[in-house]
């Protein structure tokens, strides 16, 4: 396995590439857990080669979110990646992808990026899109994967990949979980141990509406239930709790007449953001 720090690098690899192989790609921002290996391991499976970058983007931060302080642990997530049997790290520091101060690019993506995470983290999305484009300009891959646990971003990216021609396949991957059902984040580092006890809220929610959804009456009935869970966890900030339409993120009528709902939740623990998804 390489590890490569620069584009030229990359390239020169790349570059050499003969025409009849696959590349698989797996953008993260490292601190690397179970979640990420789940999609090395898809890509390795049906993929010649699989790459992958850690790259803490900083243009999908906001000015008071925790740039600075996300977790860096570049030795282990080589370790694991290598573990996993992929063929490449790409690891740029941020000078090499954005060598001049970015300019902010807007991107059509059909007002997806105005709901849910974006609506609370504005520019967000433009961030992962302008890097994600970037990216995918650098590394040149066939297929990418990308985890449903951040389903906004995945059909976010989709919607980039229809707009911009991209020649590349996205393939979304199931959220892996703790025992107790928590998504698996780099960020639950961040939770101390009261807050980590009551961070599972976010999943028993989804899951139990999922397992009776039959005897919800209505969107509001779902939406007192999950306010009423979160209110037995004093540690708990409701950001956001939405019954949306899957594909489109699109409001529903009303649950019977309702195409693929989908329940989207995120929660702050402290200054620690969680956000998890469910199809019901
Ligand atoms: P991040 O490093 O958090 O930017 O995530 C990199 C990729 O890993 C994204 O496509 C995420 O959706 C995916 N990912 C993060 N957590 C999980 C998880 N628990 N299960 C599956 N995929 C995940």
Known sequence: MHVFHTISEY???????????SVG????????????????????????FTVVSIFVNP??????????????????????????GASIVFAPAPSEIYPETPTQ??????????????????????GVVQVVS???HIVQPHNAYFGQKDFQQLLIIKQLVKEQ????KIIGCPTQREVDGLAMSSRNVFLSEREREQ??????????????????ASIESMKNFAYSALSDCPLARLDYFELLE????????????????HAFIAVFFGTTRLIDNLRL
Not at 110 to 123: E, M, Q, Y
């Open 11 to 21: 390239r020169y690899w790349r570059n050499k590439l003969p025409l009849d192989v």
């Open 25 to 48: 790609f797996v953008p993260t921002m490292g601190a690397l857990h179970a979640g990420h290996a789940s999609l090395i391991e898809a890509s390795v499976a049906e993929n010649t």
């Open 59 to 84: 243009t999908q931060f906001g000015p008071k979110e925790d740039l600075s302080k996300y977790p860096r642990t570049l030795a282990a997530d080589v370790a694991l990646i290598e573990q996993q």
């Open 105 to 126: 690019m807007i991107f059509g993506i059909r007002d997806l990026d105005k709901k849910l995470c974006g609506a609370s983290r504005p520019g967000h999305f433009n």
């Open 134 to 136: 970037l990216l995918f």
């Open 165 to 168: 021609h991209f020649p590349v």
């Open 199 to 216: 961070a599972k809220v976010l999943s028993a929610i989804l899951f139990h509406l999922q397992k009776n959804r039959g005897s919800f």
């Open 246 to 261: 899957e594909n489109n993120l699109n409001e529903m009528p009303d649950l019977l007449s309702a195409n693929c709902p």
